[in-house]
Each structure stands twice: as structure tokens, then as C-alpha cells.
């Protein structure tokens, strides 16, 4: 069974930073890309970043591009976001998620296979 367990959510104030984990169980992990979305109150989930299988690359949403930094230790099966320069409009539920290895990154939640219960960031002004 494969489980996907966020954790490092929280509540800071605008311009603090965050680190999210994500710890994956029950699949092989170096196969798998990554990715982290999130969903505010009253909108659709919305991609943030992704990333390869081996880590070799990276795509974002251009509302963190700059702050935010996805990353992954495939020894630890864990996928990371490093969240700098937070700002209240990044307060959401995160959401990590994976689909197996594909040369793309995709930013649509429909091709991620399996997800994570979420964490919960607010971010105060």
C-alpha cells in the first residue's frame, strides 16, 4: 500500500520560510516523480513544483519561482519544499503527490497517482 505522510506545516508570518517532508512507503521511490500542489479555501489544488525522478530537474508556478525549492533524498524517500519569503497568499493545504517516472513534469493534479493527506500552512500578515 502506498502512503505519502506530510509533515512541517504550520502557521508563520509573512516572510518567514518553511520546510515541508513528504516520507513515501509502499513504492519504489527513485521511480516516481514528485510534486507539491496546494489548495486555499474556495479554489481548485494548484501546482507548485515538481521534480524528476533522479532529482535532475525542477519546474515551478510562477507565484513561488524564487521562494520556494523543491527537492528529494532518494535514500531517505523523502521530497522536500523549502518555503522562503512566505506570503499570505501562500496559505493553503500542501499536498504531495507522485506519478511514476516520466520524462515530464506534469502540473496538472490528473496525472499524479498518489497523494498525501496534506499539511496545512497559514501564513499570517
Known amino acids: 500500500q502506498v502512503q505519502l505522510v506530510e509533515s512541517g506545516g504550520g502557521t508563520v508570518q509573512a516572510g518567514d520560510s518553511l520546510r515541508l517532508s513528504c516520507a513515501a512507503a509502499g513504492l519504489t521511490f527513485n521511480n516516481y516523480n514528485m510534486g507539491w500542489f496546494r489548495q486555499a479555501p474556495g479554489k481548485e489544488r494548484a501546482f507548485v513544483a515538481g521534480i524528476t525522478w533522479n532529482g535532475g530537474r525542477t519546474n515551478y508556478a510562477d507565484s513561488v519561482k524564487g521562494r520556494f525549492t523543491i527537492s528529494r533524498n532518494n535514500a531517505e524517500n523523502t521530497v522536500y519544499l523549502q518555503m522562503n519569503s512566505l506570503k499570505v497568499e501562500d496559505t493553503a493545504v500542501y499536498y504531495c503527490?507522485?506519478?511514476?517516472?516520466?520524462?515530464?513534469?506534469?502540473?496538472?493534479?490528473?496525472?499524479?497517482?498518489?497523494w498525501g493527506q496534506g499539511t496545512q500552512v497559514t501564513v499570517s500578515s
Open positions: 503527490a507522485g506519478y511514476y517516472y516520466d520524462p515530464t513534469i506534469y502540473n496538472t493534479a490528473r496525472e499524479y497517482h498518489y
